[in-house]
């Protein structure tokens, strides 16, 4: 089987158009074409008014070997790759070894769980939020009546952050292994539609992440796996040996109970900032790494679709259109679009109380008013929180406070309409745009909340970024604080091995352990992360 890569077609093209095109591009005839798929589709809407379909093809042909030696210099026409998953290990029937512990349910602690189990290693994973179901019921709690539970929100809880976001599934790693491949195949098992597989930027949406999330979790008890819900861990228990070597040998849990476990995979996410916390007081290596700061911005998606598509806005293939863009600033910080949704909604992010944090979600139709994005601008730890390894969690909270106090103490978010923020005056009421977040938005001056170097930043980024998509620095578009939580604000660094790096036994991962960003790539370093125990239990 063949790939063609980079075939391009106009986005109004009938559908024999692309076979015709598929036979003039290996310049075959319609007799020794046999059949072809489409492995993936993209748009190239550079031009609004000749936005051109972009795919990659897998292709049968009558006689493939002299059509692949007309094309051996051509990177655009190659043998398909084989993008099954292979199993590094297999647990020896009836394993009867230590279980390896998963703390944290997540999409990285998800997969983590799941290959453990296909692999027959029979993982026990921790979650200290509540099973899905029940946790949307308590997210909903905040959303609905300000009523915040910390232990199972929009942040804790089976699924994780990315349950309540664009549930995309596109991310910037480049994978010789093809382990993406392997993670949207078992979304699509779980219930995702099968167009993830071939969409160059695929999304879920929440409703249908907790169903695909329900699924998994009975996979992975089916093969042996075991979920333990509302049990948060409070202590690692470390044995260090006479040359001062460190080993995990068990797990304090908050209810008092003791697990033994030799092999402990770390994928707790961006905000379990008490574990971070404990981490460190107990010796494990935690290093401050960059994250970013900023505000979620909203404008109503037809805005956004008519600058990014022009006459073809509306079309269905394109759906609700997107953006990414950036600008560096004079004051030498780089302000950049974050996490956007396409019409979707802002949504409170808090897990702590007496803190506001905000974050993106949309649903898989991308059909509500408005388009969000994060707004943000990146700070590191030898500029602007030097003192502590820990010291990005404190900055973080300092400023969720101070939107917390903004908004009206009762979480409501501060907001700003983007005319007043670039005047720096404060806003008393709203304009043309509606926002979307709840409870509630309070109308202030987000200066309030943010460092200066941030509004600086974000100030000569919005006029910029106004030239670059007509209207995006419209003065009635809403801005609504704060957006802290791009990322983990610690690294617990490891080794080549995936171990802490001083401490034998732990695995750090995901986007809690500064190794993921976004769902995908969470999901992929589970597998590696699961990949790395199970050979160290074989061992």
Not at 6 to 17: C, I, M, R, S
Not at 181 to 189: A, G, H, I, N, S
Not at 228 to 250: L, Q, S, Y
Not at 364 to 393: C, F, K, Q, T
Request: aromatic share 6%.
């Amino acid at each position: 089987m063949l790939r063609i890569t980079d075939l391009k077609l106009p986005l109004h093209h009938a559908d024999e158009e692309l076979a015709a095109a598929i036979r003039q591009r290996l310049r075959i005839t319609p007799r020794d074409l046999v059949r072809y798929t489409i492995a993936r589709r993209a748009h190239d809407a550079r031009d609004k008014t000749d936005i051109q379909l972009v795919y990659s093809v897998d292709v049968n042909v009558r006689d493939e070997a002299p059509v692949l030696a007309r094309f051996k210099k051509d990177k655009h026409v190659q043998p398909t790759p084989n993008t099954a998953y292979k199993f590094v290990a297999k647990a020896p029937e009836g394993w009867s070894g230590p279980r390896p512990v998963v703390i944290g349910a997540g999409p990285c602690g998800l997969f983590a769980g799941l290959i453990l189990a296909q692999m027959g290693f029979r993982p026990i994973i921790l979650d200290r939020g509540k099973v899905v179901r029940e946790r949307t019921k308590d997210t909903w709690g905040l959303w609905r009546r300000s009523a915040l539970n910390p232990e199972s929100n929009v942040q804790f809880g089976e699924g994780g952050a990315g349950t309540f976001s664009d549930g995309k599934l596109y991310s910037r790693i480049k994978d010789p292994r093809h382990l993406d491949r392997k993670v949207l195949t078992e979304f699509v098992k779980a219930g995702a539609p099968p167009e993830i597989l071939t969409e160059a930027h695929p999304h879920i949406g929440t409703f249908r992440l907790v169903t695909m999330v329900e699924s998994m979790r009975a996979t992975i008890e089916a093969l042996g796996g075991e979920y333990r819900f509302e049990t948060r861990v409070d202590g690692i228990d470390v044995a260090t040996d006479d040359k001062g070597a460190r080993r995990v040998r068990g797990l304090q849990l908050h209810t008092g109970d003791y697990l033994a476990a030799e092999q402990v995979v770390l994928a707790v996410g961006h905000s379990a900032r008490d574990t971070f916390h404990m981490l460190h007081a107990e010796g494990v290596h935690v290093e401050a790494k960059p994250f970013s700061i900023g505000v979620r911005i909203e404008h109503p998606q037809s805005w956004i679709d008519q600058a990014r598509f022009g006459p073809n806005a509306g079309h269905p293939i394109l759906g609700a259109a997107e953006y990414h863009i950036s600008h560096h600033a004079k004051n030498g910080r780089t302000a950049y679009s974050f996490c956007m949704c396409p019409g979707g909604t802002v949504v409170a992010a808090t897990s702590e109380e007496g803190r506001v944090a905000t974050n993106g979600m949309s649903q898989y139709s991308r059909n509500e008013r408005n388009a969000n994005s994060g707004m943000v601008v990146g700070i590191d730890p030898e500029r602007d929180y030097p003192e502590h390894p820990l010291a990005g969690i404190a900055l973080q909270r300092q400023i969720e406070e101070r939107a917390f106090v903004a908004g009206g103490s009762n979480y409501h978010a501060p907001a700003q309409l983007l005319g007043d923020f670039l005047a720096g005056r404060p806003s008393t009421k709203l304009g043309s745009v509606t926002p979307s977040y709840r409870p509630g938005v309070t109308m202030t001056d987000l200066a309030l909340c943010l460092p200066e170097f941030v509004i600086t930043a974000m100030r000569e980024a919005l006029v910029q970024f106004g030239r670059e998509i007509p209207g995006y620095d419209h003065p009635d578009a809403v801005l609504t604080g704060v957006e802290t939580r791009t990322s983990a604000p610690v690294r617990i660094t490891r080794g080549d091995d995936f171990q802490s790096l001083n401490t034998a036994g732990l695995f750090p991962a995901g986007e809690g352990a500064g190794y993921a960003g976004g769902i995908l790539s969470a999901a992929v370093d589970g597998i590696k992360v699961a990949e790395a125990v199970a050979q160290a239990l074989r061992v």
